[in-house]
């Protein structure tokens, strides 16, 4: 089924004729979730997004699906067991988004937490996971740490634990999770963006939207309203009510990406900040190394969030501590990102101590608030929060709402099996499409049985495909989506990937009809984020 630039003019027309169940502020994962669980059990659903889909925080994470080992230390042991229960439900439902992943987490000397404390609380983990991790976790004396992680600075090492949790790509997760509610009936459109409500006796009734892109505004009629805009929920909320009281206490965070070749790692390694009790990732992936993130206050607009030269200072020096054989500078980074978490304010004096656990603010004229929460639980969050909404809603609808289903696979196409059959067939693939045998294998774990479709397809380089199935099916408009959101090209090539944009160019201005004005406007707009991203680089 489309979902593409042609779809979206349909459900901007659709939003002013029908009337809704819900109305959805905001494109990112709990949105995403909220839209597929609703529509999984029948109702009718509306989705706007002001921006891209996956934009803000939902693209800007660390990247994992995890219990978070750490919050073990807050005694949020619900919360871990949670997490950890909603790992392996995605690594059956996204398996060509969430895939396994060790962690080592060295310990020297100084360490704030020792080997015995630090040994309690890996059981404990498994305990929580109902030991359904691929394995235990495992303790490794100093010597058997350095032939597992031979880069790891060997000064005071004591040894370090190993455990497994999960990465994962962020913005395909939430557009995939969209596709599913697309597919269940929900009307979704990115660039659409809420500017106002209309309220009859005390209760709001419909939402007013503009379409960024044409300018038109319209009305949209529902039942309810759910906000998920995650860190813009302070600034929602002040512009729909004027006796808003906060919620959020937003933190930064950025990350880093690297070369394999400059940080060689073959598994995760957690690196500790013990003097700011924090800790940071470094994360091996298939194209790059992620390091990150950084945990601190930010009060300003989330949409001026960018990485600075200190951030990147901390965790250049971070790496220089832990890796100091690698001798990473500044001019190995190939790029970085940055975000707001939309944490809820707790009365925590602490970055590291505020809570990650999710708020479900339900105001009495008619809108319910979403703020918080943590990723990897997104499904279930998404699943309470249709569940609580229901409460406002008639008994007969009520009941007929009552069951979801959003257990079964994001993808049909994508199943552990048909990725497990046609990871078996990749060689063969290549021979009949005259395709290397990498660029099959990058189709395939990227878009399972879809896969097959697009090595059919006349375009003939592998981002060309990615391109052209991105526009076809995730409601890419733009170059600057593609770069930021539908492939890894910004954060995991050198010079950005850019040496491929006139092919790409190509396929977008007959996709989507783009004018050589429109298409040179694109450019610049991508250009543009480059140069505010990665400003720190000249600073």
């Known amino acids: 089924m489309a979902f593409n630039a042609e779809t979206r003019k349909k459900n901007i027309d659709q939003f002013s004729e029908d009337y809704f169940d819900l109305v959805i502020i905001g494109g990112g994962i709990s949105g995403a979730g909220v839209a597929r669980d609703a529509s999984s059990r029948g109702m009718k659903v509306a989705l706007i997004e002001a921006n891209d889909f996956a934009s803000g925080t939902s693209s800007r994470s660390s990247k994992l699906i995890h219990g978070g080992f750490r919050y073990l230390e807050n005694l949020e ?162 512009e729909m009510f004027s006796d808003w009281q906060n919620l959020l206490r937003p933190t930064k965070g950025i990350h880093l ?148 289903n959003t257990k079964v696979p994001i993808n049909p196409k994508i199943t552990p099996a048909i990725l497990s059959a046609l990871r078996d067939s990749i060689s063969y693939l290549a021979k009949e499409t005259l395709r290397s045998e990498s660029d099959v294998r990058q189709l395939v774990e990227r878009h399972g049985g879809e896969a097959l479709s697009l090595l059919g397809s006349e375009a003939k380089t592998i981002w060309e495909l990615e391109s052209q199935h991105a526009i076809e099916n995730t409601m890419c408009l733009s170059l600057r989506d593609f770069y930021l959101r539908r492939s890894p090209l910004f954060l995991a090539y050198e010079k950005h990937g850019f040496e491929h944009l006139p092919k790409i160019e190509k396929v977008f201005a007959c996709e989507l009809g783009l004018s050589d004005d429109l298409l040179k406007q694109q450019v610049q707009e991508l250009s543009a984020h480059v140069t505010f991203e990665l400003g720190w680089q000249n600073a």
Request: with cysteine; proline share 5%; glycine share 6%.
């Open 77 to 238: 042991f619900g919360l871990v067991f949670e997490a950890l229960s909603e790992r392996k439900i995605l690594f059956d439902i996204a398996p060509h988004l969430v895939h396994p992943l060790k962690f080592f987490l060295p310990l020297y000397e100084q360490s704030r937490v020792g080997m015995f404390k630090l040994g309690l609380g890996m059981w404990l983990y498994d305990f929580l996971s109902q030991f359904e991790a691929p394995e235990i976790h495992s303790r490794y004396n100093e010597k058997q740490t350095m032939r597992e992680v031979p880069i790891l600075n060997p000064n005071q090492l004591c040894g370090s634990f190993a455990f497994y949790d999960a990465t994962m790509d962020d913005d395909r997760l939430v557009i995939e999770t969209l596709r599913s509610a697309h597919a269940l009936g929900a009307i979704c459109a990115n660039y659409v963006k809420a500017v106002g409500v209309e309220i009859t006796e005390g209760k709001i009734k419909a939402v007013l939207v503009k379409d960024v892109l044409s300018g038109k505004e319209i009305s949209v009629r529902a039942r309810h309203v759910i906000s998920t805009v995650g860190p813009w929920t302070d600034i929602l909320g002040h």
């Open 257 to 404: 990406t690297l070369s394999r070749k400059r940080l060689p790692i073959r598994d995760a390694v957690i690196m500790s900040d013990d003097i700011l009790n924090r800790i940071v990732f470094v994360i091996p992936r298939e194209e790059m190394v992620i390091v990150g993130t950084t945990d601190t206050d930010f009060r300003a607009n989330p949409e001026t969030v960018h990485t600075e030269k200190s951030d990147v200072d901390y965790l250049l020096k971070l790496l220089a501590d832990y890796f100091p054989g690698a001798k990473i500078e500044k001019k190995d980074i190939i790029a970085s990102y940055a975000g707001v978490r939309p944490l809820v304010y707790d009365g925590s004096n602490s970055e590291g101590k505020t809570s990650r656990e999710h708020i479900i603010k339900h105001d009495p004229r008619n809108i319910t608030f979403v703020a918080g929460g943590k990723y990897t639980t997104y499904r279930k969050t998404s699943e309470q929060i249709v569940k609580e909404v229901l409460e406002f809603f008639p008994f007969e609808k009520k009941c007929s709402f009552a069951i979801n």
